[in-house]
């Protein structure tokens, strides 16, 4: 799977780790950086180069990270066909997948461990769209509020 994958400085190190792992599972890493802990760099610029790589199609998926999660969360949330989803636990990285089609992970640097961050990202990977009709009908719901407000926006 093609990956993209960004950080800013507070993330820069658990992305690293990730980068690795991904690689070394096979998936190619397109990293759009940040590539230091130093100086402080601003989450919403690296939330949108890995959104628009999964949005262009030149990556499946993304993943974000930052101190908490939380800001590259809402960054990447703010463009349309994004699904981002803020998981600290395997069971909401693969529920989100399942459920709700989320095609960005975002991870807290300060939250989670590396072991447990690397942990989520499998199970993330692993997980697939269920297209339950349940789950089709809310994920439609979802993009029609998201026309709805491009069109009104």
Known sequence: MKISIGADHAGYELKRIIHLHLEQKGHVVMNHGTDASEPPADYPDYARKVVSSVRSGDCERGIMVC????????????????????????FSARQGVEDDDVNVLCLGARV????????IVDAWLEARFSDATRHRTRLEKVKAIEKEFLKDG
């Open 67 to 90: 101190g908490s999660g939380v800001g590259a969360c809402v960054a990447a949330n703010k463009f349309p066909g994004v699904r981002a989803g803020l998981c600290h636990d395997t």
């Open 112 to 119: 989670v461990g590396s072991s447990l961050a690397l942990a």
